[in-house]
């Protein structure tokens, strides 16, 4: 399977980062190593930082940085801890931070990791640290179901959220959920006809939002992009790869609060509320994968990549 990974949006994220070879870089979502490798090529007395929280991630990527000459830390870590991290290496600050969030190719691939709908004999899993005491099996068979509901809506945006909140609860006290197949049954289930002819898996936003309930995603994309810009050199970049609305606009967001976060009335001729600029933005716009990518990589249809420079 390594063969077929590929890296998303690889040259946008390689030029976004400014890569200077002597520089400090993290990456915070390891993955395959696609984006790692690329950044480790660049650097000549410069150190990578390359961060998951799945082992086997960190394993594969013994293998990867064999031989390559080049100072490799890899972390096994959430992104979210990203300054204790630093901290333990001790590392002040760095010249660029990329994250590319989500589920990985690897993990949505390996049937045994429960993250996909496709596969109904996988067991509900969906955790990105195997070592994480949260399943989705135990979120889909003791949660409540107005909390159920809450994150279908909230994660997911089902808007058959409800219908399907009160079937998983329904079906599940005739004998536990254990499987995805039978979860996509239920789901399946519980919406109209007319859900079910759209083009869309009718399983997808469910399965989305329960991985990001397992996993704290949107919770750990917060602190996270609360620490970064903090942790980063005058010029240093900050490139992110999100994959649905919730995680781009918590992007979009943080880098707006700290390049535009000034709370006076408008017209007031000196800022009196304290703020001090401390981000720029790079793009304007998310930059979104071409045409030739997006064949020769559905997954990263919905990628939206953001770069913002710390000044």
């Given at each position: 399977?390594?063969?077929?990974?590929?890296?998303?949006?690889?040259?946008?994220?390689?030029?976004?980062?400014?890569?200077?070879?002597?520089?400090?870089?993290?990456?915070?979502?390891?993955?395959?190593?696609?984006?790692?490798?690329?950044?480790?090529?660049?650097?000549?007395?410069?150190?990578?930082?390359?961060?998951?929280?799945?082992?086997?991630?960190?394993?594969?990527?013994?293998?990867?940085?064999?031989?390559?000459?080049?100072?490799?830390?890899?972390?096994?870590?959430?992104?979210?801890?990203?300054?204790?991290?630093?901290?333990?290496?001790?590392?002040?600050?760095?010249?660029?931070?990329?994250?590319?969030?989500?589920?990985?190719?690897?993990?949505?691939?390996?049937?045994?990791?429960?993250?996909?709908?496709?596969?109904?004999?996988?067991?509900?899993?969906?955790?990105?640290?195997?070592?994480?005491?949260?399943?989705?099996?135990?979120?889909v068979n003791t949660w409540p179901e107005a909390e159920i509901k809450r994150i279908l809506w909230e994660y997911g945006e089902e808007r058959y959220s409800g219908r399907i909140a009160a079937a998983i609860v329904r079906e599940r006290a005739k004998a536990p959920v254990v499987t995805a197949g039978r979860l996509v049954d239920i789901i399946r289930a519980a919406m109209p006809a007319s859900a079910l002819r759209e083009k869309q898996h009718p399983a997808k936003r469910s399965f989305q939002a329960i991985r990001i309930a397992v996993n704290d995603e949107l919770g750990a994309l917060e602190r996270m992009l609360q620490?970064?810009?903090?942790?980063?050199?005058?010029?240093?970049?900050?490139?992110?790869?999100?994959?649905?609305?919730?995680?781009?606009?918590?992007?979009?967001?943080?880098?707006?609060?700290?390049?535009?976060?000034?709370?006076?009335?408008?017209?007031?001729?000196?800022?009196?509320?304290?703020?001090?600029?401390?981000?720029?933005?790079?793009?304007?716009?998310?930059?979104?994968?071409?045409?030739?990518?997006?064949?020769?990589?559905?997954?990263?249809?919905?990628?939206?990549?953001?770069?913002?420079?710390?000044?």
């Open positions: 399977m390594a063969d077929k990974h590929i890296p998303v949006l690889l040259r946008e994220c390689i030029e976004g980062l400014n890569i200077k070879p002597d520089g400090i870089y993290i990456d915070g979502t390891l993955g395959r190593g696609g984006h790692s490798i690329e950044i480790a090529k660049r650097l000549d007395t410069g150190m990578l930082i390359a961060i998951d929280r799945d082992s086997a991630a960190i394993d594969a990527a013994k293998q990867l940085f064999s031989g390559l000459g080049k100072a490799v830390k890899t972390v096994k870590g959430n992104f979210c801890d990203l300054s204790d991290i630093m901290d333990d290496l001790g590392v002040e600050k760095a010249d660029g931070m990329l994250f590319d969030l989500g589920v990985s190719s690897p993990q949505l691939d390996d049937s045994e990791r429960g993250f996909s709908y496709s596969c109904s004999a996988a067991p509900l899993d969906m955790r990105m640290d195997r070592e994480a005491p949260l399943t989705a099996e135990a979120l620490a970064a810009p903090d942790r980063l050199n005058s010029g240093g970049r900050l490139a992110v790869i999100s994959f649905h609305s919730l995680e781009d606009r918590l992007v979009k967001n943080a880098i707006r609060a700290r390049e535009n976060g000034c709370t006076c009335p408008p017209g007031m001729p000196v800022c009196a509320c304290g703020f001090v600029q401390t981000m720029r933005t790079i793009t304007k716009k998310p930059i979104v994968p071409g045409k030739d990518e997006i064949e020769n990589n559905p997954r990263a249809r919905s990628a939206r990549l953001r770069v913002a420079e710390r000044i």
